[in-house]
């Protein structure tokens, strides 16, 4: 059987994230003995010359990895409608279920779903649950690539599992049109694309984050220290809209993917509720092997 063995590094802070990545994947795999949720397999663990080995199942291409060659061999769009509705229910169906035991996945990204047939659409693995947590453990500041970080994070705001639903929106309109959608330089400019293509960000919010005065004024104006001059900088959200970046999608899908970026917690779907939603019942035509 080929495996694939993830080497540590001699580290303190590496081997403390690696142990806990181990519990986390040993809590999962015993609630789901019959893989039915498509998570990361973990068949032993050793130390060895100063080093912590992980065992695993070998896996292979990622999303991101895939969607990269796809464009840049110039074939026929891949992600299309049909084929973005099964993802979504494939990466949603694992959340609710990780969701369902009380963890935060932490870093969901194109880069760590893997697919196991490229022709029946089929993902086969969602991995990479170093950043994962559960909800009830003392949650980190410093949580998700930065692309897919959810608007709460980055203020300082208290977050639970769904900011992993936001993430999965994010990728969603990635793969639609091929371009990261929040694309950005830091922190700043990443709430700068969020609020000209999903909206204002609530009073309440700016008001109890513990870090939103990092990039807003008292004025709530969004600004940023210049890393040259170090002077400060006022940013101004270019308005543009859901509906214009996502000119491949349909209505539905661009409603769906609305639903999941919502920037307010509260009025965000969990998994549970995104499943629910009419767009992942609308009747494409089915996906040819």
Known sequence: MDVCIKIIKNNKDFFDQSLDE??????????????????????????????????????????????????????EVYFTMPRLQSITIQCLEPLQFLHGLGLIHGDLKPENILVKSYSRCEIIKGINLGSSCFETDHLCSYVQSRSYRAPEVILGLAYDKKIDVRSLGCILAELCTGNVLFQNDSPASLLARVIGIIGSIDHEMLTKGRDSHKYFTKNRMLYERNQESSRLEYLIPKRTSLTHRLPMGDQGFTDFVGHLLEINLKKRPSASEALKHPWLSYPYEPISA
């Open 22 to 75: 181990i519990k986390r994947l040993q809590y999962i795999n015993k609630h789901d003995p019959a893989d039915k949720y498509h998570l990361l397999q973990l068949y032993d663990y050793f130390y060895y010359r100063e080093h912590l080995l992980i065992v695993c199942e070998l896996l292979k291409a990622n999303l991101y990895e895939f969607h990269k060659f796809n464009r840049e061999s110039g074939g």
